[in-house]
C-alpha cells in the first residue's frame, strides 16, 4: 500500500472516528437534556405537592368541608341521572347494520310475539298419562289471571298473539249459517252452483275463499271467532279429555293431522317432539321431549324500556301487561312442576321475561358483597397503615379513607349524569375497582409519611406536623400523580369504542381515578392530620376522650419492612436470584404466548345464567333434544313492486333452502301462493305477466284460505285486510327460517354473511329496494364479530398513550421503556392464562383487559420513579434502596385490589366472575414484573439519578445520632426561615427519645 493511500486511509479512519464521537455527544446531549427537563418537571411536581400538603395539614377542618361541598355540588347531577335499560344502547354498536335493520323493523313492522314455553320429558312422551299432565299445565295456563299494579286483572285472552279462528269454518257451520240467514240462500245455491259447474271441469279442492260468493265468504269470515296463537300437541284434539286415548290413536292422529282443531290453520305437529324414534317406514312411533308454546303480544311502538327494562340492559321488548302474566306464568309453572313431576316425568319451562330476569338479579344480587368487602377493606388497612397500640390503631383514617371511595363514586356518577352520559349494568364493578385503586395511594402516602418520621429529626413535635406533611406528599406526589395520570389515559382510551356500555364504563372509572385522586390528596390527608393530631397527644383510637400516659405498642411495627429487606437482600438481588428471576420470565412468558395464540374470541348469552337457575336446565334440556333446531331469523322485505319481483324472491328462498349447511328449515309464503294461484287461477306468474291488481287479488283470497291464513303474520300492510277486497299495499313481507346450530363465531359469521349475501345478490330493487336479513341473536354475534379488532386497537391506543404520557411525566427512556416492556409482558401472560383458565375474549373480557392496562402500569411506575429519584450509589444499591422502600406499599395496594375483587370470586354472575379471573392475573403478573421484574432489570441496565440534591428536595444522608449535618426547608411562601436537623440512615430505625431531640435541635 502507498503511503499516500494509507494516509487517506487515517483520515477516514479518523473521520469515523470523530463522527463516532459527535454521534456519541449528540446521543450523551440528547439524554442529559431529557435528565435535565425531568428533574425540573419533578422539582415543579414536588414543590407543588408540598405546598399542597402543607396548605392542607394548615386547615385540615377547611379542606375537609370543601371535600363535602365538592361531593354535594357533583351529586347535584343525579337530577339527570339516567339507568340505560335499552339492549340497543347498551350492547350494539351504533352504527351497525343490525341496529338500523331493527329501528326499521320496530317502525315498520309494528308488532310481534314472545315466547312462553313449557318442555316436558319421559321416557316416551306419547303416553296418555304425559298428554293428561299437558291438558292439566295448558288448561291452567290459560285460565289463570295476573293483576296489574292498577289492580285491572288480565287473563290469556288479553294478551295472546291474536289470529281468527277457522276451526268452525266447516260445511255444518255453512248449513247452520244457511239457516240462520235465510235472505241469503239464493246466493248460497249459486255458490254452490258455481262450485259444482268447477268440480265437473276440474279436480281441484273446493276452497270456500274462491269458491263461495264473497258476500257470504266475507260475512263467514267476519263473524269467525278470534283465537290465540300458540303451539300445542293438545290442538289436535282441541284440547279434549285424552284420558280414552291409547298410545295408538296418539300415533294415529300424530300421523294423520296437519291442521290445529282449534285455530283451524295448519300446523307441524311433528316438530313439537324431540328425541324422536322412527320406524322403517320413517314414521314416528316414540319420543322424549314434547314442547308447549304460547305467544304473548308485543306492540313494539309502545315499548318503554325505562319503565319495562331491567338494570342489567337485558330484558326484551314487552309491555306491562306481557310482564305481568308472564311473571304470574312463572309462578304457576313452578307450582304445576312441583304437582305433576314424577320419577319419570320431568317438566321445564321458559318465559319471554326469563333471561332478563335472572341475568339482572344475579348481576345486582352481589352488590350485598360490597358491604362485606368494605369491612373486609378495613380490617386489612388496619393491619397495614396502623401500629398495634390503643393510640396509633388508624381507625378514623381507615373509615374516611373508605369514605372517599364512596364520595368519588358518588362525584362521578353525579358528573358523568350531568355530562348525559348513561348509566350501565357493567358499572356496578366501578366500586370494587376505585377501592382498590384508592387505597392504593393511601399506602404510598403511609409509606412516604413512615420514611419522613424515620428521618426526621423531630418526629413528635406538633409544631413540624405541616412541614412533615408537605414532606409527605412531596415524596409520594409525583408517583400517585404518575399512576393516576396514566389509569385516566387508559380509561379515556377505552371510551374510544363503538360499543355504548364499554364507552360509559371507561368515562365513569376515568371521572371516579380523577376525583379519587383528589380525594385521596385533600380530605384523605386532612383526616391524616387529624389524626396524627390525636396520635401525638396520646389519645385513644375509639375514644379520643381518653389520653395515655404512654404509647405502648403491643407488637412489632415494621415485621414487614424487614421481611422485604430479607428477602430481597438475601434471595432476590443475588446474582443466582437474578437469575432465577429472568429465567422464570422466559419460561412463563413463553407458555403464556402459546396460550395467547390459541385465546379465542367467543360469547355465549347463556353464560349469564347460573346453571342452577330454571332457564339453565330449560335451555340445556331442550338443546339435547332439539339438537337441529338454532337460532330464528327472518328476511325483511320493504315495499317492493313484487310483481316484478317474484320471481326474484322464489330463485332467493330456493338458494337459501339448498344450503342445508347452514339453514335448518325455511318457511316462505311464495311457493305455496304460487301453488294456489296456479291452481284456483291457472295462472302460473313465475312464467306470465300478472298486474298488479291481480297480485293484491290473488294474494287476498291466498290470506283468507286454511292454508295461506298462517302467512297473515308475514304481512303489514299500508292500512287493514277487507275480505274480498284486494289487499292494501304491503310495507312489510317476511320469509322465516332457521339457522342450524353453531358451535362458535367461525361458524355462525360466515353463515350470516352467506345469507346476507344470497339476499343482496337477488337484486330486489324495485320499490324502495329494502331487503335484508334480521335475527335477535344477530344482536351478539355482530358484536363478536367486532369485539376483537376492538381489544386489539384499544390495548394498542392504550398502551401507547399510557407509555406517552409515562415518557411525558418521567422524561427518562431508560425507564420508560422498561415500564412498557412490565406491561406488555403482564399482558401477554394474562391472555395466554385466561386461555387456560377457560376465558375467552369477550364484551366482559375486552373491559378487564382495558383496566388491566392502567392497572399493571402503576406497580411499575411505582418501582421506576422511585428508583430514579434513589441516590446515590450504584445501580444495584439504588435498586435495593427502592424495593426495600416503596414495594412494601406497592404490595399491599396489589393486595388491596385483589381483596376488594376477591369479593366477586364466588359471584354467579359471568360478568363477575370474568372480572375476579382477568384481575386477579393482573395483579399476580402485574406485581412479579413490577416488584421482582423490573428491579432486576433497573439493577442492570437501570439509568443515572437525575437529581441534583438541591435545598429544597426532600433527601437522606448517610449520618450518624452525633455527627448531623443541617439543611434548610423551603416553606410554601417560598422563604428559608428554619433551620431543620436532617435525616438519619435509609430504612435505619434509630430511637430518638424528646430529651436528645431538643438538645439536637438546639
Aim: charged share 20%; net charge negative; with cysteine.
Amino acid at each position: 500500500m502507498s503511503a499516500k493511500a494509507a494516509n487517506e486511509k487515517n483520515i477516514t479512519i479518523e473521520n469515523d472516528d470523530d463522527t463516532d464521537k459527535s454521534q456519541k455527544s449528540d446521543s450523551i446531549g440528547l439524554l442529559k437534556t431529557c435528565s435535565n427537563i425531568s428533574s425540573k418537571f419533578s422539582h415543579g411536581i414536588d414543590r407543588m405537592f408540598y405546598r399542597l400538603g402543607y396548605t392542607v395539614a394548615t386547615h385540615p377542618v377547611k379542606t375537609i368541608l370543601l371535600s363535602f361541598l365538592l361531593t354535594l355540588i357533583c351529586s347535584s347531577g343525579y337530577f339527570k341521572f339516567h339507568s340505560e335499560k335499552n339492549p340497543l344502547k347498551l350492547w350494539i354498536p351504533p352504527e351497525s347494520k343490525f341496529l338500523r335493520d331493527t329501528e326499521w323493523l320496530m317502525k315498520s313492522f309494528e308488532e310481534g310475539f314472545r315466547l312462553q314455553s313449557v318442555l316436558i320429558t319421559a321416557p316416551d312422551v306419547l303416553q296418555p298419562h304425559v298428554l293428561k299432565k299437558l291438558l292439566e299445565i295448558s288448561k291452567e295456563v290459560m285460565n289463570f289471571n295476573a293483576n296489574l299494579e292498577n289492580g285491572t286483572s288480565i287473563g290469556w285472552n288479553d294478551v295472546c298473539f291474536h289470529i281468527p279462528n277457522i276451526a268452525d269454518f266447516n260445511e255444518n257451520d255453512q248449513k247452520r249459517r244457511r239457516k240462520r240467514s235465510t235472505r241469503d240462500s239464493n246466493l248460497i245455491l249459486s255458490s254452490f252452483a258455481q262450485q259444482l259447474h268447477r268440480m265437473t271441469r276440474s279436480e281441484r279442492p273446493f276452497d270456500p275463499s274462491v269458491d263461495l260468493a264473497p258476500i257470504i265468504f266475507c260475512s263467514i269470515v267476519e263473524s269467525l271467532p278470534i283465537g290465540c296463537m300458540l303451539q300445542n300437541f293438545l290442538e289436535m284434539w282441541n284440547f279434549t279429555d285424552v284420558n280414552h286415548m291409547t298410545k295408538q290413536d296418539i300415533l294415529n292422529a300424530l300421523h294423520t293431522t296437519s291442521t290445529s282443531q282449534t285455530t283451524g290453520h295448519e300446523a307441524n305437529f311433528e316438530r313439537l317432539l324431540g328425541g324422536v324414534t322412527r320406524n322403517e317406514t320413517g314414521h314416528i312411533v316414540a319420543a322424549t321431549g314434547l314442547m308447549t308454546n304460547w305467544m304473548v303480544y308485543v306492540n313494539f311502538l309502545k315499548v318503554n324500556h325505562d319503565k319495562v327494562g331491567n338494570s342489567a340492559g337485558t330484558e326484551d321488548w314487552a309491555s306491562e301487561e306481557a310482564l305481568a302474566w308472564e311473571q304470574e306464568f312463572l309462578n304457576t309453572m313452578k307450582i304445576m312442576k312441583e304437582d305433576l313431576e314424577d320419577d319419570e316425568t320431568k317438566i321445564y319451562y321458559s318465559a319471554g321475561r326469563s333471561y332478563g330476569d335472572i341475568s339482572s338479579a344475579t348481576m345486582f344480587q352481589d352488590m350485598n358483597k360490597i358491604v362485606f368487602g368494605s369491612a373486609m377493606m378495613f380490617m386489612f388497612m388496619i393491619m397495614v397503615l396502623s401500629k398495634f397500640g390503643w393510640v396509633e390503631l388508624r381507625v378514623l383514617l381507615c373509615s374516611m379513607g373508605l369514605m372517599s371511595v364512596g364520595m368519588a363514586f358518588a362525584s362521578a356518577i353525579g358528573l358523568c349524569s350531568y355530562l348525559g352520559i348513561s348509566y350501565g349494568p357493567v358499572h356496578t364493578s366501578l366500586p370494587f375497582l376505585l377501592m382498590g385503586l384508592g387505597i392504593d395511594d393511601m399506602f404510598v402516602i403511609m409509606a412516604c409519611w413512615q420514611k419522613v418520621q424515620r428521618e426526621h429529626i423531630s418526629p413528635r413535635d406538633p409544631s413540624t406536623l405541616p412541614e412533615r406533611i408537605g414532606m409527605m406528599l412531596q415524596m409520594a406526589g409525583s408517583s400517585i400523580t404518575i399512576t393516576s395520570f396514566t389509569d385516566v389515559v387508559a380509561f379515556v382510551i377505552g371510551s374510544i369504542t363503538i360499543l355504548p356500555s364499554l364507552e360509559s364504563f371507561c368515562l365513569y372509572a376515568g371521572m371516579g381515578v380523577v376525583l379519587i385522586f383528589i380525594y385521596v390528596n385533600t380530605f384523605v390527608v386532612a383526616i391524616f392530620v387529624i389524626d396524627e393530631k390525636r396520635i401525638l397527644g396520646n389519645r385513644n383510637a375509639f375514644a379520643p376522650c381518653i389520653t395515655h400516659k404512654s404509647n405502648t405498642l403491643w407488637c412489632d411495627a415494621h415485621l414487614m419492612d424487614r421481611i422485604v429487606k430479607y428477602m430481597y437482600t438475601n434471595f432476590i438481588m443475588t446474582k443466582s436470584g437474578k437469575i432465577i428471576v429472568l429465567m422464570t420470565t422466559v419460561a412463563v412468558t413463553s407458555y403464556s404466548f402459546t396460550g395467547l395464540l390459541r385465546l379465542e374470541q367467543k360469547f355465549d348469552p347463556n353464560w349469564f345464567i347460573p346453571q342452577r337457575t330454571y332457564l339453565s336446565k330449560f335451555t340445556a334440556v331442550k338443546n339435547d333434544l332439539f339438537p337441529d333446531q338454532g337460532y330464528e331469523a327472518m328476511i325483511l322485505m320493504g315495499s317492493l313492486n313484487y310483481t316484478e319481483e317474484l320471481n326474484h324472491i322464489a330463485n332467493m328462498v330456493e338458494t337459501i333452502e339448498n344450503r342445508t349447511d347452514l339453514v335448518h328449515e325455511i318457511t316462505s309464503w311464495v311457493n305455496p301462493f304460487h301453488q294456489f294461484v296456479q291452481t284456483y287461477y291457472e295462472v302460473d306468474f313465475f312464467n306470465q305477466t300478472m298486474s298488479d291488481y291481480d297480485f293484491r287479488f290473488y294474494l287476498s283470497k291466498f290470506l283468507h284460505t286454511r292454508k295461506g291464513g298462517k302467512y297473515r303474520a308475514n304481512f303489514r300492510f299500508k292500512s287493514l285486510l277487507v275480505c274480498g277486497e284486494p289487499v292494501p299495499e304491503i310495507t312489510v313481507s317476511t320469509i322465516n327460517f332457521s339457522y342450524k346450530r353453531f358451535d362458535g363465531r367461525n361458524n355462525y359469521l360466515p353463515a350470516m354473511h352467506a345469507i346476507e349475501k344470497i339476499v343482496e345478490e337477488a337484486e330486489l330493487h324495485s320499490g324502495d329496494a329494502f331487503a335484508t336479513v334480521w335475527g335477535r341473536i344477530y344482536g351478539n354475534w355482530v358484536t363478536d364479530e367486532v369485539i376483537d379488532e376492538e381489544v386489539s386497537r384499544n390495548i394498542m391506543l392504550a398502551l401507547g398513550c399510557v407509555m406517552f404520557c409515562t415518557t411525558i411525566l418521567i422524561l427518562n427512556p431508560n425507564i420508560c421503556f422498561w415500564i412498557f416492556m412490565c406491561v406488555v409482558l403482564t399482558l401477554i401472560n394474562v391472555c395466554g392464562l385466561m386461555e387456560a383458565w377457560g376465558l375467552t375474549i369477550d364484551l366482559v373480557s375486552c373491559i378487564g383487559l382495558e383496566l388491566a392496562v392502567g392497572l399493571c402500569v402503576d406497580y411499575a411506575a411505582h418501582i421506576g420513579h422511585t428508583f430514579l429519584v434513589t441516590g446515590p450509589g450504584t445501580k444495584h444499591e439504588r435498586a435495593l434502596h427502592t424495593v426495600t422502600h416503596i414495594v412494601p406499599a406497592v404490595f399491599y395496594g396489589g393486595l388491596s385490589t385483589l381483596l376488594a375483587v376477591s369479593m366477586l370470586a364466588n359471584s354467579e354472575a359471568y360478568t363477575f366472575q370474568a372480572f375476579f379471573k382477568i384481575f386477579l392475573l393482573v395483579i399476580i403478573f402485574g406485581l412479579f414484573f413490577g416488584l421482582i421484574f423490573l428491579p432486576v432489570i433497573l439493577s442492570f441496565f437501570g439509568p443515572a439519578e437525575f437529581h441534583s440534591h438541591s435545598a429544597n428536595e426532600y433527601q437522606a444522608t448517610p449520618t450518624n445520632d452525633n455527627d448531623r449535618r443541617k439543611r434548610r426547608l423551603n416553606h410554601p411562601d417560598g422563604s428559608n426561615n428554619r433551620e431543620m436537623v436532617s435525616f438519619i440512615q435509609p430504612n435505619e430505625n434509630v430511637d430518638v427519645d424528646e430529651k436528645t431531640q431538643k438538645d439536637i435541635a438546639q
